[in-house]
């Protein structure tokens, strides 16, 4: 029988080592049959990326590109390079500028985002690669539905036709604002909406009951009227939201109210919490966070 010195058996030791550790992290970024939905912490902004085996759906890019990218390599798969769907819910620096890197990076498939008259540099750079690059486009519009198949479903909410005009903010109100589903769970993603939309939305009777509810414009006090939460009836709540921002975002107000509603153990905010990753079988529902 052959024998080994010390040193030749740290040396064989280690390359079985290595290829565990390579084996654990490929099982590890296989994608799985569940819905995964993981809001980034991207900072003062929104970023949410949606999951389900090998579709990815990308909801705004937040305000850094660095921080998006660093985000979507955490959470996709090292080999996966497409995304099938971007979704600008509307044209604010902080939901828009971190697309850019993504559209640059990755093979986008299709774009789906409100058609508006707005200007600004990093806006007209995200409509320029769009054609530069032949991605499918897609004005969004209340009424569409997305199907990702295995009983995930996106429902568009908003904006309205018309549009919403001489609000306190046609941008914002006029974003789109998704509701995605699978089995008895669910998700309301409403960009920056203020209470003219909410009341829009439900005088529309809109599909609004949902498990987890993200907060719009970051938990500004122009939003969550307590209306809307008694029709919408979350269990959870997220706020993406940045650190010691100058907004004063989240506001006391929307707190007490969710609060109310959903119990402060169930708020959640990437300022506190990193990434905020929910996983669900359309059944049970999973929680994960950074922090």
Known sequence: MPSFSESNKKWLVLPLAVAAVLVSFLAASLPDSRLHVSFLDVGQGDAILIQRGSQQVLVDGGPSPQAVCLGLGDKMPFWDRTI?????????????TGLIEVLNRYRVEQVLYPEMAFESGVYNEWLRLIEEKGIKATP???????????????EVLNPQVPSLVDTESDDDNNAAVLRLSLGEVSFLLTADIMWETELELLYSRANLKSTVLKIAHHGSNTSTTPEFLAVVRPELAVIQVGADNEYGHPTTEVLERLKERVGAENIYRTDEDGTVEFITD??????????
């Open 84 to 96: 099938e769907l971007v979704v600008l819910t509307h044209p604010s620096a902080d939901h828009v």
């Open 140 to 154: 969004a519009q209340a009424g569409q539905w997305v199907d990702l198949g295995g009983g995930v479903v996106i």
């Open 282 to 291: 359309g059944e049970r529902l999973w929680l994960e966070t950074e922090r």
